[in-house]
């Protein structure tokens, strides 16, 4: 499969890149600004333009468009993309679909859901469990990399609040360290975060077991 993602340098989107190559898709992206996670991914093989978003950065032959928070409907590439008829996911929807594949133990909460993450990966590596890890850091362990490609069916995720994108994830499990008010050009108040948290729980898998 070919894959675009618009805004591949996110510290999320990156991530989810990175195990798609690692897969064997083909990855293109786009981002506005250069970084060592872009240089990374391109070494991994994926073709990513570095400037601003350019309709001709997509062609045709792409089967599926990725994108992240920060595309606005008038991005060019996403305006071109649902022209041709291309599928088109944001970022949270494309990892929602593998949460569903998956077993997946999913980390949240407004604050250090990276540390939390990243401790419990390694923890999950280091007893053989050998899990799939996609997160908001890098990890000195796996290279500097923000993802980490395993063979069981254990998938390890940071799940961001913001926006409810952790609205389209499904988990077995879910750790959430903490909830404050936060995020409030989204949430009202902390009403409203309360009743968000309580609707994503409830996307626990049958027999889901909730860590709080």
Known sequence: MKIHFIGIGGIGAS???????????????????????????????????????????????????????????????????????????????????????????????????????????????KAGLDPTVIVGTRLREWGNRNFRVGKSKYLVIEADEYNASFLNYWPQIIVLTNI?????DYYKDLKHIMAVFKKYVSHLRKGGVLVA
């Not at 064997?24 to 990513?48: C, F, P, R």
């Open 15 to 125: 991530g989810l890149a990175g195990f798609c190559l690692s897969k064997g898709h083909e990855v293109s992206g786009s981002d506005l600004s250069d970084s060592q996670i872009i240089k990374a991914l391109k070494k991994q093989g994926a073709k990513i333009f570095v400037g601003p978003h350019d309709s001709a950065n997509l062609t045709n032959r792409v089967d599926l468009v990725v994108y992240t928070a920060a595309a606005t409907p008038d991005n060019p590439e996403l305006k071109k993309a649902k022209k041709l008829g291309i599928k088109c996911q944001s970022y949270a929807e494309a990892l929602g679909d593998l949460t569903k594949r998956m077993f997946t133990i999913a980390v949240s909460g407004m604050h250090g859901k990276s540390t939390t993450t990243a401790m419990l990966a390694l923890v999950l590596e």
């Open 180 to 184: 404050e008010e936060e995020h409030l």
